[in-house]
């Protein structure tokens, strides 16, 4: 299986050939970054946490004045049973210039490879912990495709032989990483930010996590922390949709285990998606 791509037009989502444009070049969704998306994974012919992604899709939308047309939804569907039984990444996304559609591609083996662990570098996201949730703005928490910056910081960590980031506050507080929710365990307690305080993405992963947490007896705060907390923690993690949940194997040239609480809820969150 190659690519899958459906469309939303007039009549419902359709499949297209991927490689016909869909997009306009006056699209304001691409000519200022407009646009919101969500990223599934695809396991066994079924998109996993679908309607965790759709509410996410909405929020980020409003935010950005993004009109959602009627059916997007069913753009999932489409493309979904146009795929095989490979592991695949869904992309949803809908432009402020009214174009919706549906990408389905092969996980990346790079990606794959990643969820045995990664190694990762903090850099400094340039503002205070809570100065995103103050200005709504600066659209914190929001996952438009203006993903510039999130790629630029990748490039950086890669420059510092890593593979991941972990943003870092001004004041010294963890947020999140450029395509990833942070969590760290310590005492065998899993801690993750809270997302509207800091002004962060809320993760569908983190999300199930907590979840599985839960149903797995594992112990969880869901708080502010520190840098100097998380460096100095028992496991460090790293969670997505498509990666799953990582452990992060190094963090500054750091070498970290990769620890039985990480272990379980990877082990848990994989099989969460096999129907």
Known sequence: MTTVLALLTPDGPALVDPAVPVLRADDVGVIRGESVFETLRVVGRRAGFVDAHLARLQRSADRLA????????????????????ED???RVVVTKGGTAYALLTP????????????????????LPAGLRAQAPWLL?????????ANMAALREAEARGAQDVIY?????EVLEGPTSTCAWV??????TPPADEVGILPGTTMGVALSLAERLGVAYEVRRGTVD???????VLLLGSV???APVLALDGVAFPAGPVTTRLGEAFEAALRP
């Open 168 to 172: 870092v506050s001004t004041d010294g």
């Open 107 to 126: 996980v990346p083996a790079a990606t794959v490879a990643g969820r045995r662990g990664v190694t990762a570098v903090t850099l400094t996201l340039g």
């Open 66 to 85: 993004v009109p959602l047309p009627a059916g997007h939804e069913a753009l999932v569907d489409c493309a979904v049973g146009a795929w095989g039984d």
């Open 88 to 90: 695949g990444v869904l």
């Open 243 to 245: 990666r799953g949940i």
């Open 229 to 235: 907390e998380l460096r100095a923690a028992d496991e």
């Open 186 to 191: 310590t005492g065998g307690v899993l801690v």
């Open 140 to 148: 914190g928490g929001v996952k438009a495709t203006s993903y510039a």
